[in-house]
């Protein structure tokens, strides 16, 4: 079984996944909790919370990289919740890495860049800005759909179940931002797009879409953002020769 040591993967991680490019993000990125100083089997997972990190100690998972880490904005004390699932970590001696706002970002692995992979819609352009930074992007699919046409297939593609508003439109020209997006409607008429896509449902976007005519697409927070912890994992196995294993936690939300 091949092995990688912690100290080669943290900084390779580091780099390929551009963290310093995003030094707003409040997700402290990278190694949050330092466990085994070999890695012999990487864990994927969209959220670190205590039922990950538990079936992680049973899949006898060394390195834990994550879209949610557990450390946002400064870390003040260590109580409760977090005291109980820091211990957890500890005890199973499981690192934890951290890849938020980059993971959205990422023009290869990022939950954007293979959402529009998989929904086959050429990538146009970047979209999104948050704290600054595009974090997405914005494309074109490749033929005409219908709203419920474009949902059907984003809920077979996904897994999930989309909720939709529709403003009269055909969908052709998409803007995607991954999780909690909806602050991304704004962009909408400056990129001419007709339907928009994010995860979290939003009374706030409703009715800026309605006066911009812009169809309005939530396929969820978590559905949308499995992908690119899966991606990274693919590529930790096609390079190190590691095993790798998702750890699945959806909240439907
Ligand atoms: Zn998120």
């Keep these: 079984m091949k092995e990688i ?10 780099a390929e996944l551009r963290l310093s490019d995003f030094s707003e993000d409040e997700s402290a990125n990278g190694l949050q909790i330092e466990g085994k100083a070999i890695a ?8 670190a919370c205590e039922y990950v990190f ?8 060394d390195f834990l990289l994550v879209h949610h880490g557990l450390i946002w904005g400064g870390l003040k004390s260590v109580r409760g919740v977090l005291r109980q699932r820091i211990k957890t970590l500890l005890d199973a001696e499981i690192s934890l890495y951290a890849c938020h706002l980059p993971l959205d970002w990422h023009p ?6 293979q959402l529009l992979k998989l929904l086959s819609i050429k990538k146009m352009g970047e979209f999104g800005k948050y704290h600054g930074r595009n974090i997405s992007y914005w494309g074109r699919t490749a033929k005409e759909y219908s709203l419920d ?3 059907a297939r984003i809920d077979r593609v996904l897994n999930t179940r989309t909720s939709a508003v529709s403003f009269g439109r055909k ?3 998409v803007g995607v931002v991954s999780g909690g997006g909806w602050f991304a409607i704004n962009e909408a ?9 994010t995860g979290e449902p939003s009374h706030s ?17 978590y559905a949308t953002e499995t992908l690119g912890v899966k991606a990274v994992g693919d590529m930790l196995r096609k390079k190190f020769g590691i095993e790798t294993e998702f750890i699945d936690h959806p909240t439907g939300l």
């Design 205 to 221: 976007a409703y009715t800026l879409a309605e006066e911009m005519k812009v169809n309005l697409v939530f396929a969820g927070h």
């Design 189 to 197: 008429e400056k990129y001419g797009i007709d339907t928009f896509l």
């Design 5 to 14: 040591r912690l100290a080669q993967l943290v900084p390779f991680l580091d």
């Design 40 to 47: 012999r089997k990487a864990g994927l997972a969209v959220d």
């Design 108 to 113: 290869v692995y990022g939950n954007n860049a």
């Design 171 to 173: 969908v052709r020209t």
């Design 149 to 151: 046409e474009f949902t």
């Design 54 to 61: 538990r079936e992680a100690s049973e899949k006898k998972i």
